[in-house]
């Protein structure tokens, strides 16, 4: 999983250097001088978590009312929080590099990314089946983030992108460990 991880982030930063076949009016131009202190690795991070971090979302929010269990519901609950504060900083930071509003990676199907055939495959069940199906899935979600996070603090240059894959990283080692304490 590790090797997809990096051929993906290999495609996403050609991608975003205009390695594509985007007609030249929808490749976004340069941006600024607060944009150049982000560099490709920074830039594809921040566009893929935005996407991973937003899909996930649905799938935690059928938690409530699906779960059976206080243990995947206090899980849950803490991985949307999470979430919903790194997702502020990753548009925060989409802003600031002047990323286009469209979001390439929105809809993708890869490890780790929640689809939207999951949540209606979710929203059919409930207690024990809803619970071992969610846990897998955000199980997934955060190990494919922390391994996207570890890229970026190998390869990442802006300050602020770096730090949020530490914080990321550690958000995803605690959740991750009361997952398989659950298991």
């Not at 001088?33 to 921040?46: E, K, P, R, V």
């Not at 240059?157 to 914080?167: D, I, K, N, S």
Request: contains cysteine; aromatic residues 2%.
């Amino acid at each position: 999983m590790k090797l997809f991880a990096r051929v993906l982030l290999v495609g996403l930063l050609l991608g975003l250097a205009g390695c594509n076949n985007a007609p030249p009016e929808q490749i976004p131009s340069p941006v600024a001088t607060a944009a150049s202190q982000f560099g490709g690795t920074d830039l594809a991070w921040i566009e893929i978590n935005i996407a991973m971090d937003e899909q996930l979302l649905p799938l935690l929010d059928l938690v409530p009312q699906r779960s059976g269990s206080p243990d995947v519901q206090a899980v849950a609950l803490q991985v949307k929080a999470f979430t919903e504060a790194e997702l502020s900083t990753l548009r925060a930071l989409h802003d600031q590099a002047g990323l286009p509003a469209v979001n390439p990676h929105e809809g993708m199907e890869m490890p780790g990314m929640v689809t939207p055939q999951q949540v209606t495959d979710a929203q059919a069940l409930t207690g024990k089946n809803f619970d071992s199906t969610v846990l897998k899935a955000i199980q997934a979600h955060l190990e494919q983030s922390q391994n996207l996070a570890g890229s970026e603090d190998k390869s990442g240059v802006e300050p602020q992108t770096r730090a949020l894959a530490l914080q990321v990283l550690r958000t995803r080692d605690a959740a991750l460990s009361t997952i398989k304490s659950l298991s």
